[in-house]
């Protein structure tokens, strides 16, 4: 069956530092993976999709990231933080046989002045 | 705007009383999901709905239950309300492309006094 672990339910980075949030999944077929971000009473809003492509997927706002098969993870990157960038951020992986995603747990980014 | 629309944003109750919860999915979706997201528990997914049929069930309390119409749209019905049932629901849809992906509404914020 299919899971998802995000390292981290807190990161905090300073303004125009790296951001990098893991996500690591587990999947018996190719994977479909996704990252969402939810900002602060809001809903969530695809920020990339990774669907067997390119294995660096880039999305909305400055993000990407880069697939790796090879230690089944899915870290998201931004290589300059914003304020605005500080938001919960969740990573999801399809589960093929019910259209289903399996979320992990969250991530939330806090961006220091 | 994903295109999926929920109704009411704000929903204030009393404890024991019974709730409805709306949505309408993006023009073509076939799928329609719940969540409750809470501070306490994070995003727990509900129920799935597929062209009318349930498809699969997460953590969803017996005292919930949802339906799909056949214009598509769901209601989630929530009855003999608690205290920790206090919490945003999403409803998300999918289904116009294969990987999956699903577009979340805003969200109704349900407040049970």
């Known amino acids: 069956a299919q899971s998802v672990t995000q390292l981290g339910s807190h990161v905090s980075v300073s303004e125009g530092a790296l951001v990098l949030l893991r996500c690591n999944y587990s999947?018996?077929?190719?994977?479909?993976l996704f990252w969402y971000v939810q900002y602060p009473n809001q809903g969530l809003q695809l920020l990339l999709k990774y669907t067997s492509a390119a294995t660096l997927v880039k999305g909305i706002n400055g993000f990407e990231a880069e697939f790796k098969k090879s230690e089944t993870s899915f870290h998201l990157t931004k290589p300059s933080a914003h304020m605005s960038d500080a938001a919960e951020y969740f990573c999801?992986?399809?589960?093929?046989?019910?259209?289903?995603?399996?979320w992990g747990a969250g991530t939330k980014l806090i961006i220091k002045p | 705007d994903s295109g999926v629309t929920q109704t009411p944003k704000h929903l204030i109750t009393a404890t024991g009383q019974r709730v409805t919860l709306r949505c309408s999915p993006r023009s073509g979706d076939l799928s329609v999901y719940w969540y409750q997201q809470s501070l306490d528990q994070g995003l727990q997914f509900l129920i799935q709905y597929y062209n009318g049929e349930e498809r699969a069930k997460g953590n969803i309390l017996e005292r919930f239950s949802a339906q799909q119409f056949p214009d598509l749209h769901s209601e989630l019905n929530l009855s003999s309300l608690e205290l920790g049932d206090s919490a945003l629901y999403f409803c998300a849809s999918s289904g116009r492309d294969s990987s999956y992906e699903q577009y979340f509404g805003p969200g109704t914020r349900l407040t049970v006094t």
């Open positions: 999801a992986v399809s589960d093929s046989s019910n259209f289903q995603l399996i």
């Open positions: 999947s018996s077929v190719p994977p479909y």
